[in-house]
């Protein structure tokens, strides 16, 4: 047992008394599938104290916009703590979500550049901004506040990354931060809620709420979203999900934020580079065993290289190395769990049922000894896929490829575009003018030109159509935790009533 989120988690990324902490949930590897932890299955009197204790800070100097240098030296102080932790954290993440350390590694630096770059841009965001007025009687500005008590609710794909593009910005803005992690991946995010009390985080301004389905209660930590004293609610997930959910928001009339699934496509033109195109293709599907909602599952290939490109990238693919996450040189590690690997093999099987070519993988489980037990499944390349099937229209969220060809650069963008999805489309060509003109048509959030799934701690990155709204990262993501007042005075006493009815 991994003794350090045991049970008696809760008291520690609570601060509630021992009585509330009977309750535990099992955690499962996915590597093996067995139990390795438990965490915390909050109850209804957690949250409701939780939220009290969230509204309590908000009531205090420390939300306020003079105290952002405070703020922000207790964010550095995250940043400093991650840092000297990141080895032990990128193991911990890989141990719960099951991703190699090299990718988890990589996830545990991008929290870090978040906190620390949410740190200085914060003192110069929450300054008010003079407006230039046409009547020189008056002067006005712009004052930006806290929005107030935020509930983040994250996914278990990116764990604590996840947690980190709402929980940094949030507390720079000066909200304080109910976070529900996903039950299947919440150890990395208890540990954020003990390093940020380790450096300044008052009570109540960072609070860690684990637990609720599949395995844990009912109405116990998945009542967050409903409570009524949330003044914003960000969440990261399905769309199906963040559909539900802004229906919540919207009879409370309260502001969401919402970074939903995605059904990316790559458009590769006749002229790109079959290697880089492949190297693209690999990172845009299988990373993270393909559970990226900003994935590019869809691959679109000029019909002049499509044999070129296709024989490359399954050569690559069947090299792919599946297997143990904490094996070294493993490349693609298991799924989050046995409901998820279910899922993607059944989605596969569907297509082999309608006849689609199954150019690698398929339904079946890995060939590979050793991984009995565990979540694993086949990085899978299908081709020619039906525009209407569901492998194409559908998100998998899973290491799963739909190709199809097309002959005209109207013909890609039209494929491409042709989706209810809008998160995130890759261009690759030599053409910088074609490509250009091209990411402008694309109908996504986030377009990469000759690269895919780039993103840094300055880049915006929200969705468009039912990939949801919002931003996260940049200084736009620092917005959505900011409440603005248009404050305006007289320069001279007296220009009231008389000025109009003199």
Request: charged residues 20%; negative net charge.
């Amino acid at each position: 047992m991994l003794r350090t989120v045991s049970h008696l988690g809760r008291v520690r990324a609570l601060g509630f008394s021992r009585a509330r902490a009977a309750s535990a949930i099992p955690v499962y590897s996915p590597r093996d599938g067995k139990v390795f932890t438990e965490i915390p299955d909050a109850t209804v009197a957690d949250v409701e104290a939780a939220v009290e204790a969230a509204a309590s800070v908000q009531a205090s100097g420390w939300s306020k916009a003079d105290a952002v240098d405070q703020r922000a030296e207790s964010l550095l102080g995250i940043a400093a703590a991650l840092t000297e932790r990141k080895d032990e954290l990128a193991e911990l993440e890989s141990q719960d979500c099951g991703k190699p350390v090299s990718e988890t590694a990589g996830d545990i630096q991008m929290c870090i550049d978040v906190f620390e770059y949410m740190a200085e841009l914060a003192p110069k965001m929450l300054k008010p901004s003079p407006i230039a007025l046409p009547d020189g009687d008056f002067r006005s500005s712009i004052v930006p506040a806290a929005a107030g008590v935020v509930g983040a609710i994250t996914p278990w794909n990116y764990p604590l990354m996840q947690a980190a593009a709402k929980v940094a910005p949030a507390l720079a803005a000066g909200c304080s931060v109910l976070l529900k992690p996903s039950p299947l991946a919440s150890l990395t995010c208890l540990k954020l809620g003990e390093i940020g009390r380790e450096n300044g985080l008052p009570e109540g301004a960072l609070t860690v709420i684990t637990g609720g389905p599949p395995d844990g209660k009912e109405g116990g930590a998945d009542c967050l979203t409903n409570h009524p004293r949330l003044d914003l609610l960000s969440f990261t997930g399905s769309s199906a999900a963040g559909s539900a959910l802004l229906h919540c928001s919207a009879n409370k009339l309260r502001r969401s934020s919402l970074e939903l699934g995605g059904k990316g496509a790559l458009l590769v033109f006749e002229d790109a580079s079959i290697d880089a195109a492949v190297d693209w293709a690999m990172v845009g599907i299988f990373s993270a065993a393909g559970q990226v909602c900003s994935a590019t599952s869809r691959l679109l290939v000029h019909e002049s290289i499509a044999t070129e490109l296709l024989k490359a990238l399954e050569e690559t693919t069947v090299a792919l190395r599946v297997g143990d996450p904490k094996a070294e040189g493993t490349q693609m590690g298991p799924v989050i769990s046995a409901t998820q690997r279910d899922r993607i093999a059944a989605a596969v099987r569907k297509a082999e049922g309608e006849g689609v070519e199954v150019l690698v993988g398929g339904s079946g489980p890995p060939d590979v000894p050793g991984l009995e037990g565990g979540y694993y499944v086949k990085p899978t390349i299908l081709n020619n896929v039906p525009v209407g099937s569901s492998a194409w229209c559908e998100e998998i969220f899973g290491p799963v490829l739909c190709v199809r060809t097309f002959k005209t650069e109207e013909e890609a963008v039209r494929l491409a575009n042709d989706s209810p999805y809008g998160l995130g489309h890759a261009v690759l060509s030599a053409d910088e003018a074609r490509a250009d003109r091209v990411a402008a048509q694309l109908d996504a959030g986030n377009v990469w030109v000759n690269c895919n799934q780039a993103l840094w701690a300055q880049t915006p990155f929200g969705g468009w159509k039912a990939s949801g709204f919002g931003f996260e990262y940049g200084e736009a993501g620092l917005h959505e935790y900011l409440r603005h007042k248009t404050v305006t005075s007289a320069r001279q006493p007296g220009y009231s009533w008389k000025a109009y009815h003199g």
